[in-house]
């Protein structure tokens, strides 16, 4: 009996032993499987959301040229459409680093004229120009999507084709971001088709809002390409409120603005205001102030405002509205509405204290103006 | 995924409406958005005072319970 009961320990000792080298040994493989599994479910829903924006980018532009008599053959349509959404803009060189701003943006600039030609050929010169203006941001839109989708997919096949385990483990912890991201994208699309203002048009609306309370000088202007000025006056000083053209989506072209006006007066302050990403923990809505330009994007504006502002020694002030990410795309929130009034007050607060009566201060509204005219 | 539809509720909570503003008086209208409105767009006149109404505001607010 003791040998019987000893046979069947070593037995089952022997099963445990097998069982935990197949588990040891294969462990990697199974939870390999178990990622792809689950990556794969992540680009079905990526692949489904870039499809629903594609099909309501579609339906969009379709009803926009039917509104405007305009026949646009499906076929044309979709074509037209895939290649704007496959299309790339290639940063310039930083071999030689020297003028490499000019070089962004010569490129920025070109790029944006090829997109809004894009559009315009859709609709055959007969929509007016903010509704291309909107068709354009629709199909960057679109085209910043599929590139998520492109590159997520780009990994999930390079890990399959080599069994990358440490690829697919970082992809797929880093995907929820990504679909959040696109989520958030097919969002804005809502905002931007019908030209309502969305987060990153607090700028321009404070300074339309400045506008309606100073005493005008003159209405807004096109002082440069998608870029309005006004002069107005507040509490003895000469106030000149810049913006992107509205009611279109643009961001202007604010810094040959700023220096346009440099040429023609004698700021003694420049004020900046603009959305800014917030902190996780902090308040959408609550507004700040301080130095510098407050201008988003790849650096190129902002270099170009610092440049004149400090070949001048003029001060630059700057006040922010904090948001989210999402936020900052899709449809302006009533919160952020309101944080416009407090920017405002902000705005006023700065001019009083840091200048004095006869002073020329320069304010711009940065950010895009869509829904925002002036 | 789970993430996804709650996003996609969370935005059907909110509707866009328009605030008018007259710049006389400064009364204030709240009203459902009209596609084509834009912040600054004059779209009348005050029934109060006669004034210049524009379009002030444009946002997005959380809709109001159904009791």
Known sequence: MFNAFQQSDITSWIAWLILFTILVLFSRSLEYYRLLLEVKKFIDQMNYSVNAAFNDVFNTLKSIARRFGVDAADPFLRGKMLRVADSVVISPTDLDPFGIVEKYKHILTSADRYLLEEVSSIFKGKAPREVVENARTLLEILRVMTLYLKMVKHYYITARRYKSYMLLFQLRYLLPQILEAIETLKRALTAF?????????????????????????????????????????????????????????????????????????????????????????????????????????????????????????????????????????????????????????????????????????????????????? | MRLVQAKQREEEKFEIVEVLKCMSCGEEIVDRFREGDYVGKAVGKCKRCGGDLIVYSINARRRERQS
């Not at chain 1, 203002?197 to 096109?222: C, I, M, N, Q, W």
């Open chain 1, 193 to 374: 088709a019908k030209g309502v203002p969305v987060g990153d048009s607090v700028g321009p609306l404070t300074a339309f809002r400045l506008y309606l309370r100073f005493k005008k000088v003159t209405p807004f202007r096109e002082i440069v390409e998608d870029t309005v000025a006004a002069e107005t006056e507040f509490e003895g000083r000469r106030v000149i409120i810049v913006k992107a053209r509205g009611p279109g989506s643009n961001v202007g072209r604010l810094d040959d603005a700023l220096e346009k006006i440099f040429n023609l007066y004698d700021p003694k302050a420049v004020i900046t205001v603009d959305a800014a990403l917030k902190l996780e923990g902090e308040i959408s809505g609550s507004v700040a102030e301080g130095i510098g330009v407050a201008i988003g994007g790849i650096g190129v504006e902002k270099f170009n405002i610092e440049k004149i502002a400090t070949s001048r020694r003029v001060p630059l002030y700057a006040v922010v509205i904090k948001m989210s990410e999402e936020e900052a795309i899709t449809a302006l929130r009533d919160y952020l509405d309101r944080a416009v009034e407090l920017a405002v007050r902000t705005v006023e607060r700065i001019i009083l204290r840091y200048t004095n009566k006869g002073d020329t201060v320069v304010v711009v509204g940065v950010g895009n103006t869509v829904g925002v005219g002036q």
